[in-house]
T-cell receptor, first 114, second 112 residues
């Protein structure tokens, strides 16, 4: 596709439920990133993929968060047993490679946990 | 101390004004810097990418990097109401070459 595509764009879920957020990066981009943006906060790094491998998962807040990438393309971020503090915008981004290339963001998945 | 500090504003200017947005950073390993613009309920959009100290100009936008003082700036000339958005600065490179570290963003409003 022309840009990074994320779904759903909006999600309201009940506390304790699991959610899956999907990212479809720009075609040919080998590097994929997940960031989180909370109200009044900057973008917080969550995880980085190079191909299907995740060399850096250091930003995942807890073991309730996991992510995978298949076929070197689509990635899914899963949040288990959601909590209210998980409410945020989850932004996916991709770049041609990991070495200082321009990083392009999707529109984000706006998650509200009630 | 956060690695990238940015005054959150809000900043309000009249149309046509020159806008100066600034960030400081503490990580000497940063090799490149980016400015993103983010409209309300949209994803960040890359505005400027700079790799070294000095100025880089693109239309009404000028990015300035001073690595000696760890200071980065974005200037907007002849500001327009359509420039109203949150502006995010970010640094990257060094040990974690793939990772961008962002400031919290500055909310700018340009009044017609």
């Amino acid at each position: 596709g022309a840009g990074v595509s994320q779904s759903p764009s909006n999600k309201v879920t009940e506390k304790g439920k699991d959610v899956e957020l999907r990212c479809d990066p720009i075609s040919g981009h080998t590097a994929l990133y997940w960031y989180r943006q909370s109200l009044g906060q900057g973008l917080e790094f969550l995880i980085y993929f190079q191909g299907n491998s995740a060399p850096d998962k250091s930003g995942l807040p807890s073991d309730r968060f996991s992510a995978e990438r298949t076929g070197g393309s689509v990635s899914t971020l899963t949040i288990q047993r959601t909590q209210q503090e998980d409410s945020a915008v989850y932004l996916c981004a991709s770049s041609l490679s990991s070495s200082g290339n321009t990083i392009y963001f999707g529109e984000g998945s706006w998650l509200t946990v009630v | 101390q956060k690695e990238v500090e940015q005054d959150p504003g809000p900043l309000s200017v009249p149309e046509g004004a020159i806008v100066s947005l600034n960030c400081t950073y503490s990580n000497s390993a940063f090799q490149y810097f980016m400015w993103y613009r983010q409209y309300s309920r949209k994803g960040p959009e890359l505005l400027m990418y700079t790799y070294s100290s000095g100025n880089k100009e693109d239309g009404r936008f000028t990015a300035q990097v001073d690595k000696s003082s760890k200071y980065i700036s974005l200037f907007i000339r002849d500001s327009q109401p359509s420039d109203s958005a949150t502006y995010l600065c970010a640094g990257g490179g060094g040990g974690s070459n793939y990772k961008l570290t962002f400031g919290k963003g500055t909310l700018l409003t340009v009044n017609p």
